[in-house]
């Protein structure tokens, strides 16, 4: 999908992503996220809102377990 500003389309961002296998919970991804969009959920687990993840890295840089990953988005989610 393409308009005026971006005749190409919108280039495909890579989204955080939580290894559940190697998050220990220390929240420091959540701590460097500059959208606020890494949130712990009742059971304790820390997820990412893709919604709002603008893969600026800033968690995945700041992960002292290596638990953090970027991964392409769903094709249905770039639309």
């Not at 999908?1 to 420091?28: E, N, T, V």
């Not at 890494?38 to 304790?44: A, F, L, P, R």
């Not at 809102?49 to 290596?66: E, L, T």
Request: glycine content about 8%.
């Amino acid at each position: 999908m393409s308009d005026q500003y971006r005749p190409f389309g919108r280039k495909a961002r890579q989204l955080a992503f939580i290894d559940h296998d190697w998050c220990i919970g220390c929240g420091y991804c959540a701590m460097f996220c500059v959208m606020a969009c890494i949130h712990q959920q009742e059971n304790g687990i820390w997820e990412v809102d893709k919604a709002h993840c603008i893969g600026c890295r800033s968690c995945k840089v700041n992960c002292p377990y290596g638990a953090v990953t970027m991964l392409q988005p769903k094709q249905e989610e770039q639309e």
